[in-house]
């Protein structure tokens, strides 16, 4: 399933949804984010789904030289997008493949952020276990997206190509995930400005 999906991702590698700075509206939508996130200076910040790049330099910008960036995507022309366009950051941890198969820091992440990438997750459930064993006692998970979850789940659905079956869970359902993999949600907001889902460690 994997493999379909990061052909796919290859394909839109040069789309303007994949390769074009984010503009105000989005950038707007990532402050509520980053005011969610807390300081990052010299924090370290797992990125799954790190698609070309886009969101993974700001968050080096926001990490600084003394923090670190881990960064990875199942597709091999996204990641190389990203490389290039953050060569010069020797503080980002960029890796070609799955969350589930790249080596984690155990108990070294002080935020695990998903930015549109949760409902591509094979296995969900499983994926938030490992997010949770990256943590740090005090660490934070953030799940977002820029859109709301129906207007997600029907672009998806609709969408004739391998995602049309990447949904975000419920709301219950995802309480219920959360819970179950050591996770506390502390927030859930999802409205006309997106998704976003904010948890720590329990």
Same mark, same amino acid.
């Given at each position: 399933?994997?493999?379909?999906?990061?052909?796919?991702?290859?394909?839109?590698?040069?789309?303007?949804?994949?390769?074009?700075?984010?503009?105000?509206?989005?950038?707007?939508?990532?402050?509520?984010?980053?005011?969610?996130?807390?300081?990052?200076?010299?924090?370290?910040?797992?990125?799954?789904?790190?698609?070309?790049?886009?969101?993974?330099?700001?968050?080096?910008?926001?990490?600084?030289?003394?923090?670190?960036?881990?960064?990875?995507?199942?597709?091999?022309g996204m990641v190389a997008a990203a490389q290039e366009r953050l060569a010069d950051q020797a503080h980002v941890d960029l890796r070609h493949g799955r969350l589930e198969t790249c080596?984690l820091p155990e108990g070294g992440v002080n935020l695990a952020l998903c930015h549109q990438?949760?409902?591509?997750? +094979? $296995?969900?459930?499983?994926?938030?276990?490992?997010?949770? !064993?990256?943590?740090?006692?005090? &660490?934070?998970? /953030?799940?977002?997206?820029?859109?709301?979850?129906?207007?997600?789940?029907?672009?998806?659905?609709?969408?004739?190509?391998?995602?049309? +079956? $990447?949904?975000?869970?419920?709301?219950?359902?995802?309480? !219920?995930?959360?819970?179950?993999? &050591?996770?506390? /949600?502390?927030?859930?907001?999802?409205?006309?400005?997106?998704?976003?889902?904010?948890?720590?460690?329990?």
């Amino acid at each position: 399933m994997y493999a379909r999906k990061a052909n796919f991702f290859d394909s839109q590698t040069d789309a303007p949804w994949a390769a074009e700075a984010y503009g105000p509206e989005e950038m707007t939508k990532l402050e509520r984010v980053f005011a969610a996130a807390g300081p990052l200076d010299g924090k370290t910040v797992l990125e799954p789904g790190c698609g070309t790049g886009r969101l993974t330099e700001i968050l080096a910008g926001r990490v600084g030289p003394s923090g670190r960036v881990l960064a990875m995507d199942i597709s091999e022309g996204m990641v190389a997008a990203a490389q290039e366009r953050l060569a010069d950051q020797a503080h980002v941890d960029l890796r070609h493949g799955r969350l589930e198969t790249c080596p984690l820091p155990e108990g070294g992440v002080n935020l695990a952020l998903c930015h549109q990438v949760f409902p591509h997750l +094979q $296995d969900q459930q499983g994926a938030l276990a490992l997010l949770a !064993r990256s943590l740090k006692a005090d &660490g934070l998970l /953030i799940i977002c997206h820029f859109k709301p979850l129906s207007v997600i789940n029907d672009v998806h659905r609709k969408a004739g190509t391998a995602v049309e +079956q $990447d949904m975000i869970p419920e709301h219950g359902e995802m309480e !219920r995930m959360c819970t179950e993999a &050591g996770f506390k /949600i502390t927030e859930l907001t999802d409205d006309a400005r997106g998704y976003v889902l904010c948890a720590i460690k329990a």
